[in-house]
């Protein structure tokens, strides 16, 4: 089983489109979890921390179940802005992050 | 906002020569990284640096990956003998763990593509 696992896309959703995307990791010891997000040929920047409670950030809401080992990101009212490659990454304790494939979204007018 | 440089952006070198990728981290972050995502692949880590020693590699991080910390600004990743693989690009990144709980999170610097002939 890959470390972190998530569904490489594209999704092609219309502007206004709520989209949603999902990601399992494999170690259970994993500490934290964040998605970040990646443009073209761009560095990964970090869109939000995922938090046990879930968290939103304005359009942004992360999900985090432990027990499933599963997170999601669900962008509302999706921006022609919002296309880019969303990374879900995981913190297995170890001072290092471990990146999914990435999950590829286009927004179109 | 404070940020992470990494120069040069792009570096053309033959293969076996020697490269050194520089970063500079933000100014109070204590954690420094270094990894790599080769074209239309993910990004994997290669060695995290702390208190001026190795706190973990991985097991692309071999005998001819070295890192150091110069002075007390600079990350510095050196490739000894450049083969047609290690074309890729490198990303800086660091953090500061002790502000955020347990939350490591690291920011990355823009990158360096290093393309191996």
């Known amino acids: 089983r890959k470390e972190v696992e998530q569904d490489p896309g594209p999704f092609n959703v219309p502007e206004g489109a709520t989209v949603a995307f999902n990601c399992t990791y494999s170690n259970s010891a994993s500490q934290s979890f964040f998605w970040y997000r990646q443009d073209c040929r761009k560095e990964p920047k970090l869109l939000m921390s995922?938090?046990?409670s879930g968290n939103e950030d304005g359009r942004f809401t992360a999900q985090l179940n432990r027990a499933s080992q599963y997170i999601s990101l669900l962008i509302r009212d999706s921006k022609l802005s919002d296309s880019a490659t969303y990374l879900c990454v995981v913190d297995p304790g170890f001072q290092k992050l471990v990146f999914g494939t990435g999950t590829r979204l286009l927004v179109s007018p | 906002e404070p940020e992470v440089t990494q120069t040069p952006s792009h570096q053309v070198t033959q293969m076996g020569q020697e490269v050194i990728l520089r970063c500079v981290p933000i100014?109070?972050?204590?954690?420094f990284y270094w990894y790599r995502q080769i074209l239309g692949q993910k990004v994997e880590f290669l060695v995290s640096f702390y208190n001026n020693e190795i706190s973990e590699k991985s097991e692309i991080f071999d005998d001819q990956f070295s890192v150091e910390r110069p002075d007390g600004s600079n990350f510095t990743l050196k490739i000894r003998s450049t083969k047609l693989e290690d074309s890729a690009m490198y990303f800086c990144?660091?953090?500061?763990?002790?502000?955020?709980?347990?939350?490591?999170?690291?920011?990355f610097g823009p990158g360096t593509r290093l393309t191996v002939l």
């Open positions: 990144a660091s953090s500061d763990p002790t502000s955020g709980g347990i939350y490591n999170e690291q920011f």
């Open positions: 100014s109070n972050h204590l954690y």
């Open positions: 995922v938090y046990s």
